[in-house]
């Protein structure tokens, strides 16, 4: 048991450190990723072979924690190198993973996850898209929502109907979508105080044989191990420890009988926030090579996306209406943007009743950490 | 950053539970961990004051937790390795230890406690009551406000492992009912309003533990619990009430009847008058970050 980081982890927190140092406030995101792809950081739990350094899952997990920490969008990072990169790593054929895991490692080329749909929300076997087989691959037919940074994105892991099915889980592929194909259209959908939803529509898009991943009509099957790689909790963890440290920044600046009031409150976040964040990393650690245990996911999930929501709430509730001076409008905004954003944690990647659903049902509850 | 307790520890908990199960129910925690055969490892030595660290003992306070044992004895026999080795003289404070741990199984009751603060002479002073045997004539201790501090941080995480035990046994207690149950054709725990709120409090329970065991694991670095002690606590008391309040609405009627549901309530709703209520828990742990920062 660790209380806190390891020599290797904590060394390569410097590294991110050291190349983020390299570049200004207002340089793109995208110039970042690929300077700390450079660097063989943004995937060091790939195999050296395709751009990483062949280091566990948890020494990623620290990589992405501090790269959301240094204020860089994690979220676009974490779905391409978790939730598009290692199901292509894992289930992959070699040559796609030679075709796609090297650009992605290398910062160069980014991806979206195009699961869901508007009438299928979390129900996966709900979903219309349809792919059907022509001479040269499929033509792709449909439309995909919720999707985040997907105009940055070159790619899209994207789930179809390959037939109807013997049962409503039979049926469902999974392809690599090459996002500059002809037939593609992508609209941004606006959101108060957070980024940007996206709707993919795939007009007869045409995919040649190689962009199915794993076996065909058997995708559903790969499903929960493609959102486990999403949920390690840890964008909702940088959002938290953010909020918490302009919360406590806050706190500190009150008078000394107004912070004794809130006091008790700020201590209950920030126990909640340090100890999911523990739950986060022990999933990462815990894990069997990529894959982690899908019950303990959920916990560091579902612990996380809470955690992050009371700070914001209490941020709203209690501390913006005393707290926050009227010229500091930095902190105004973030703590604004905060409430705006929380309602969000609970919902996306796997809304909070299908985590509870997930933790109910385990054999071990109560044990399993 | 990981939650795994190695294999030594968790050798040490297996045995632990091995141990409970072989002793008799009105036993007290001393005595399942004295059934091990292991206390005189406790003895100090030269060297150090005691063979299992924070950690450790926390893992063994959570598994006596999980069966109500007494821990009045056991906790004050830590107490005892805590703070003699900083007494006037801790070589014969050590040789009347391993006495009294060679000698204890004549007659002692489980409610004994080796040392406790001297409220006569002000709380800095911690003093062994002159009735226990080969301990009574120990010179007094006086401990500065720091150290004073230190070792109730130690005591409240002691007593948040064992309502962490508590939590963990009510939880399972729900669980089993819920999954037994058939209401309307369904087992109980297919209904969301009873598995959701079961599912909250494991999470609940697993933060708390989270948050306990990292602490532990600090102390056993060298790193002071500080304002992460009474956090813990508050967490872990408040996920024993919990869960005991759900053990409760999900057994029903049979919740304010059963004898295991009774007894895992009272134990939970005695843990506040050993910590303080958690709302104070709270306050004082962010008094203290406030002074001290995260540190």
């Known amino acids: 048991m660790r209380h806190d980081l390891d020599a290797l982890q904590t060394a390569l927190v410097a590294d991110v450190d050291a190349v983020i140092d390299t570049v200004g406030r207002e340089t793109d995101p995208r110039e970042c990723f690929v300077r700390l792809g450079n660097a063989r950081l943004l995937a060091v739990h790939y195999p050296v072979a395709y751009g990483g350094r062949g280091l566990s899952l948890a020494c990623h997990t620290a990589v992405s ?3 959301g920490m240094r204020g860089i969008p994690d979220v676009p990072h974490l779905v391409t190198v978790q939730a598009v990169g290692c199901p292509i790593l894992t289930f992959g054929t070699d040559r796609q993973r030679e075709r796609w895991l090297a ?15 508007s009438d299928a929300g979390s129900d996966l076997t709900r979903i219309t898209t349809v792919a059907v087989p022509d001479s040269e691959g499929w033509r792709l037919n449909g439309r995909k929502s919720w999707s ?7 790619i899209g892991l994207c789930c179809a109907r390959t037939r109807e099915g013997t049962n409503r889980y039979d049926g469902i592929s999974l392809f690599i979508v090459d996002l500059s194909a002809p037939g593609i259209a992508i609209e941004r959908v606006n959101r108060a105080g957070a980024e940007p939803y996206y709707t993919v529509t795939f007009d007869d898009v045409r995919l040649d044989a190689d962009a199915l991943l794993g076996r065909l009509h058997r995708g559903w099957a790969l499903l929960p191990v493609i959102i486990g790689f999403e949920r390690g909790g840890f964008d909702y963890l940088t959002r938290a420890q953010t909020w918490l ?9 009150l008078p000394a009988d107004r912070q004794a009031d809130l006091a008790a409150g700020f201590a209950q976040r920030a126990f909640h926030v340090e100890n999911a964040r523990a739950l986060s990393y022990h999933a990462a650690a815990a894990a069997d090579g990529l894959e982690m245990d899908e019950t303990t996911v959920s916990y560091a999930k579902l612990a996380s996306g809470q955690a992050a929501q009371s700070v914001a709430r209490w941020a709203g509730e209690e501390l913006l209406p005393l707290g926050v001076q009227e010229d500091d409008d930095d902190m105004r905004a973030l703590l604004g943007r905060a409430v705006a954003e929380a309602p969000e944690l609970t919902v996306s990647g796997g809304a909070r009743e299908l985590q509870l659903d997930l933790i109910s049902q385990d054999p071990a509850i109560g044990w399993t950490i | 950053m990981d939650l795994i307790v190695d294999a030594a520890m968790q050798k040490l908990v297996d045995a632990i539970r091995e141990s409970d199960l072989a002793a008799a129910p009105e036993a007290s925690g001393w005595e399942v961990f004295d059934g091990l055969g292991i206390t005189e490892m406790l003895v100090p030595t030269p060297d150090g004051p005691a063979a299992l660290g924070q950690l450790a003992w926390c893992l063994v306070l959570e598994e006596l937790g ?5 821990h009045s004895l056991i906790r004050s026999v830590r107490t005892f390795l805590d703070v003699y080795p900083h007494g006037p003289q801790p070589k014969r404070a050590a040789e009347a230890f391993g ?3 060679g000698a204890h199984r004549a007659g002692l009751s489980p409610q004994t406690v080796l040392i406790e603060h001297s409220p006569a002479a002000g709380p800095r002073v911690w003093r062994t009551p002159s009735s226990v045997p080969a301990l009574g004539e120990l010179p007094d201790v006086v401990l500065d406000p720091s150290a004073v501090e230190a070792v109730a941080d130690r005591q409240l995480l002691a007593v948040a492992a064992y309502a962490l035990g508590i939590a963990r046994r009510c939880l399972r207690a729900a669980q089993e009912r819920a999954d037994g ?3 309307a054709g369904r087992r109980l725990l297919e209904y969301q309003g009873t598995s959701h709120r079961l599912a909250q409090c494991a999470v609940d329970l697993a933060v708390a533990r989270a948050g306990l065991r990292r602490t532990a694991t600090g102390e056993d670095d060298g790193k002071p619990a500080a304002h992460r002690a009474p956090a813990a606590a508050a967490a872990s008391v408040t996920a024993a009430l919990d869960c005991a309040h759900t053990a409760v609405q999900i057994f029903g009627a049979a919740g304010t009847s059963n004898p295991e549901i009774i007894r895992l309530f009272r134990a939970a ?4 008058a050993l910590t303080g209520a958690p709302a104070e828990l709270w306050r004082s742990a962010g008094i203290r970050r406030m002074q001290n920062g995260s540190r």
């Open chain 1, 148 to 154: 985040m940074w997907t105009e940055w994105s070159g």
């Open chain 2, 269 to 272: 709703y005695a843990l506040p």
């Open chain 2, 99 to 101: 006495q009294w741990v």
């Open chain 1, 245 to 253: 440290a302009a919360a406590e920044a806050t706190l500190r600046r």
């Open chain 1, 103 to 117: 650009p992605i490692a290398s910062g160069r080329l980014l991806a979206s996850l195009l699961l869901s749909e």
């Open chain 2, 181 to 183: 149950r058939t209401i």
């Open chain 2, 66 to 70: 999980g069966s109500c044992r007494d």
């Open chain 1, 65 to 67: 924690e501090r790269i």
